[in-house]
C-alpha cells in the first residue's frame, strides 16, 4: 500500500524558516517524481515544486524560486522541502504527491497535509 | 501559462442527478495531459481521470472525461451521496502546471 506521511510546518514569522518533511512507503522511491502542492485556506490548489526521481532536476513555481528548496534522500525514502524567507502568502495546506509515472506531472498518492501559517 | 477556467462555480444537484463540470484552457493542452481530482473537506485530493478520458485505479464507472484541446469536461451520470464535493482539474502538458479554481458540487 502507497503511503505518503507528512511532518514539519507549523507556524513562522515572516522572513522565518521551515522545513516539511514526506516518508513514502509502498513503491520504488527512486522511480518515482515527487512534487509539493499548496492549498490557501479556502482557496484552490498551487503547483509549487517537482523533483525527478533521481534528484538531478528540480522545478520550482515562479512565487517560491528562490526561496525553497526541494531535496529527495532515495535511501531514507524521504523528501523534504526547505523554506526560508517565508511570506504571509505562502500559508497553506502543504501537500507532497507521487507524479503518476515517469514524465507525467499528475499525482496518484498525496500525504494527508501539513499546515504552514506565515504570521507575526 | 496556462489558465483553466471552471464552470459553473457551484451545481447544486440531487442525489441520483447528473453532473457536468467545464474545464476550458487558455491554451490547447499538449497531449491532452489534462487530470480532474475530487476534494472533501480537510482531505488531500483524488486522482480520477488522467490523459483526459482515463479513469484512475479504482474510480467508479459513473466518472467519466472527455475533451480534447482547450475544452474538457468531467461527467457524474448518477450522483451518489459521497460525490458531494470540490472538483478540480489539472494541466501537466505544459510548464508550469496549472489547476482550475475548482467547482463544487453541492447538494439542492
Known amino acids: 500500500e502507497v503511503q505518503l506521511l507528512q511532518s514539519g510546518g507549523g507556524l513562522a514569522q515572516p522572513g522565518g524558516s521551515l522545513r516539511l518533511s514526506c516518508a513514502a512507503s509502498?513503491?520504488?522511491?527512486?522511480?518515482?517524481?515527487m512534487t509539493w502542492v499548496r492549498q490557501a485556506p479556502g482557496k484552490g490548489l498551487e503547483w509549487v515544486s517537482a523533483?525527478?526521481?533521481?534528484?538531478?532536476?528540480?522545478y520550482y513555481s515562479d512565487s517560491v524560486e528562490g526561496r525553497f528548496t526541494f531535496s529527495r534522500d532515495n535511501s531514507k525514502n524521504t523528501v523534504s522541502l526547505e523554506m526560508s524567507s517565508l511570506r504571509v502568502d505562502d500559508t497553506a495546506v502543504y501537500y507532497c504527491a507521487k507524479n503518476f509515472e515517469d514524465g507525467v506531472a499528475t499525482y496518484d498518492y498525496w500525504g494527508q497535509g501539513t499546515l504552514v501559517t506565515v504570521s507575526s | 501559462e496556462i489558465v483553466l477556467t471552471q464552470s459553473p462555480g457551484t451545481l447544486s444537484l440531487s442525489p441520483g442527478g447528473r453532473a457536468t463540470l467545464s474545464c476550458r484552457a487558455s491554451?490547447?493542452?499538449?497531449?491532452?495531459?489534462l487530470a480532474w481530482f475530487q476534494q472533501k473537506p480537510g482531505q488531500a485530493p483524488r486522482l480520477l481521470i488522467y490523459g483526459a478520458s482515463t479513469r484512475a485505479t479504482g474510480i467508479p464507472d459513473r466518472f467519466s472525461g472527455t475533451g480534447s484541446g482547450t475544452d474538457f469536461t468531467l461527467t457524474i451520470s448518477r450522483l451518489e451521496p459521497e460525490d458531494f464535493a470540490v472538483y478540480y482539474c489539472?494541466?501537466?502538458?505544459?510548464?508550469?502546471?496549472?489547476f482550475g479554481g475548482g467547482t463544487k458540487v453541492e447538494i439542492k
Open positions: 489539472q494541466q501537466y502538458g505544459s510548464s508550469p502546471i496549472t
Open positions: 491554451q490547447t493542452i499538449r497531449s491532452s495531459y
Open positions: 523533483i525527478s526521481g533521481s534528484g538531478a532536476h528540480i
Open positions: 509502498g513503491f520504488i522511491f527512486r522511480n518515482y517524481a
